[in-house]
């Protein structure tokens, strides 16, 4: 009998000590994955703890960039009234250069093609070039003024409308945010409670959205218009620097036409060239100046042909009628 009880005793002793061994053995393991879990969980809030580092790191510096680019040191406007009074002056500067160098070489391809005596070129060339410069320099400044009035007239407009019957400019703008922006409901709401605070950044919205015009600015017309006028001329002239030159020395006409052919498209592939570079074009400046090196020679071949057509034409018929002439004389 006590045989049996120490047996029974010694079997509960041991089931209970692997009981606790399974046990052990379970709460081992969970803390294991636990501790696994955790560690994963701080490797990725690791993770993502430096990438937000990284980004932020990164927004700042292309914001640091961005701003010595534009320059932060402006503030209230002034950096793009400069820029809009920079980017007019070199718009007028290029493209009145580059019309005054390709008009000039036309007329003097032409006059080649009709074989006129270079004196002829020379006069011709310089009385077009002067004319179309002044011509194109009024026509800028009459053009800008008008442009200027039109805006005026429209944002005076505008604002009165904002003033007098502002929920029917707020339901304008609300379409023009819904249809052209999809715009949600809430945000637009929110947005139009905004800009409605603001005057003129509603009217310059509507204007553009709507009108497609930019607000009236106070530029100095006589100065777009004196840098057109100044850029046609001299770059005008090139064309006309073999005539000028060596008239005197009585060169062949065609070795004047060649160095009229060279100073024009050494001309024209520098704006071309400074073109792309001062509007900080994506295409390079090179393929910018053949690109304007080909236009230009177009222009100046099909003057060519024509007036060498012409001229061949008409000394054809004068060819004809003389011999029509001296036929009836003969007879």
Request: with cysteine; hydrophobic share 45%; net charge negative.
């Amino acid at each position: 009998m006590l045989e049996g009880r120490t047996r029974f005793h010694s079997a509960a002793r041991c089931t209970r000590a692997g009981g606790t061994l399974k046990f052990s053995a379970a709460h081992e393991e969970k803390t294991m994955n636990t501790t696994t879990n955790n560690m994963k969980a701080v490797q990725e809030l690791t993770k993502k703890q430096c990438f937000e580092q990284r980004k932020r790191l990164g927004d700042e510096e292309a914001g640091r960039l961005s701003r010595e680019v534009h320059g932060h040191h402006h503030h209230d406007g002034e950096l793009h009234s400069e820029d809009d009074s920079s980017s007019e002056t070199i718009k007028s500067l290029i493209f009145g250069g580059l019309d005054g160098c390709i008009t000039a070489f036309a007329i003097v391809s032409a006059a080649e093609g009709a074989s006129l005596e270079p004196p002829t070129i020379l006069i011709l060339g310089l009385a077009n070039v002067f004319a179309d410069a002044l011509a194109m320099a009024l026509g800028d400044v009459v053009s800008e003024r008008a442009e200027q009035e039109y805006a005026k007239r429209e944002f005076d407009r505008e604002g009165w409308e904002f003033d007098n019957y502002r929920e029917g400019e707020l339901d304008e703008m609300r379409a023009i945010f819904r249809g052209k922006f999809h715009v949600e409901d809430d945000d637009c709401e929110t947005l139009l409670t905004v800009m409605a605070k603001y005057k003129p950044l509603f009217l310059e919205t509507m204007a553009h959205y709507e009108l497609g015009i930019m607000p009236p600015h106070q530029g100095a017309l006589w100065k777009k218009g004196t840098t057109t006028f100044f850029a046609f001329l001299v770059f005008g002239t090139l064309p006309l620097v073999g005539y000028v030159v060596f008239i005197p020395f009585h060169l062949g006409r065609s070795a004047m036409f060649a160095v009229s052919v060279a100073a024009t498209a050494l001309t024209l592939f520098a704006l071309g060239f400074i073109q792309a570079i001062a509007i900080s074009s994506t295409k390079s400046p090179t393929l910018s100046g053949f690109v304007i090196l080909f236009n230009g020679g177009l222009a100046a071949a099909a003057a060519y042909l024509i007036s060498w057509g012409a001229q061949t034409i008409l000394h054809n018929l004068a060819s004809s009628q003389q011999d029509a002439s001296s036929g009836l004389a003969a007879s």
